[in-house]
Nanobody, 123 residues
């Protein structure tokens, strides 16, 4: 069964905002790093943001630093990606992922992946 489910994607004009949600199972939320990744058609997946919900540790790669923000809701076992000042180049499939190991942060590997949610930013 799916243990990570993304939602909140859609179409937005440049400069707009979207808030993506990653619904996780309780055991994943409590014991894993959670990451947001994105992938454009024909391109490699890239990391956007990471969080360890148990401690609140957060890490942003440079790709969207300053515009995207990751946060969480412990009561709902939910992780969010707030995307502001969206640009056309932000258009991609956005995935959440989970892994117990920091390897996900270092290498982009993960034990669990969601199905993705599409974000399309138009000019």
């Amino acid at each position: 069964q799916l243990q990570l489910v993304e939602s909140g994607g859609g179409s937005v004009q440049a400069g707009g905002s979207l808030r993506l949600s990653c619904a996780t199972s309780a055991h994943i939320y409590s014991d894993n790093y959670i990451g947001w990744f994105r992938q454009r058609p024909g391109e490699k997946r890239e990391a956007v943001a990471f969080i360890y919900p148990g401690s609140g540790w957060i890490y942003y790669p440079d790709s969207a630093k300053g515009r995207f923000f990751i946060d969480r809701d412990d009561a709902k076992s939910m992780v969010y990606l707030q995307m502001n000042s969206l640009k056309p180049e932000d258009s991609a499939m956005y995935y959440c992922a989970a892994d117990t190991s920091y390897s996900m942060v270092l290498h982009g590997s993960a034990t669990y992946w969601g199905q993705g949610t599409q974000v399309t930013v138009s000019s």
